[in-house]
């Protein structure tokens, strides 16, 4: 089992930047494919992004596609989520999950493990 920690949210002005953080334990990030979601109040989690095993082929959803970028540090054990251009509509608490199973990764059932979530929120 692996232990997931989120970090770096916060409150930023529509069409600013941040970049949040998973850290892992127990396990290195490298065994999991990763991936990030969100849930704002009175709806349901929502794929974000995903990177894959061994070839960290990485997903986007179409909501975020051009302004967010997902990447892995294998040195600190860590994946990141880098958003540009936030929108009032970015406003969730964001998830990472983990999973070792290389299919599904922007469906939520999927993954195994998750942290306790970042609060992002974006004012206009």
């Known amino acids: 089992q692996v232990q997931l920690a989120e970090s770096g949210g916060g409150l930023v002005q529509a069409g600013g930047s941040l970049r949040v953080s998973c850290t892992a334990s127990?396990?290195?990030?490298?065994?999991?494919?990763m991936g990030w979601f969100r849930q704002a109040p009175g709806k349901e989690r929502e794929f974000v992004s995903a990177?894959?095993?061994?070839?960290?082929?990485?997903y986007y959803a179409d909501s975020v596609k051009g302004r967010f970028t997902i990447s892995r540090d294998y040195t600190k054990n860590t994946v990141y989520l880098q958003m540009n251009s936030l929108k009032p509509e970015d406003t969730a608490v964001y998830y990472c999950?983990?999973?070792?199973?290389?299919?599904?990764?922007?469906?939520?059932?999927?993954?195994?493990?998750w942290g306790q979530g970042t609060q992002v929120t974006v004012s206009s």
């Open positions: 990177i894959s095993l061994r070839t960290s082929t990485t």
């Open positions: 127990g396990r290195t990030v490298s065994s999991y494919a």
């Open positions: 999950a983990a999973t070792k199973n290389n299919a599904l990764l922007t469906t939520v059932s999927n993954f195994s493990s």
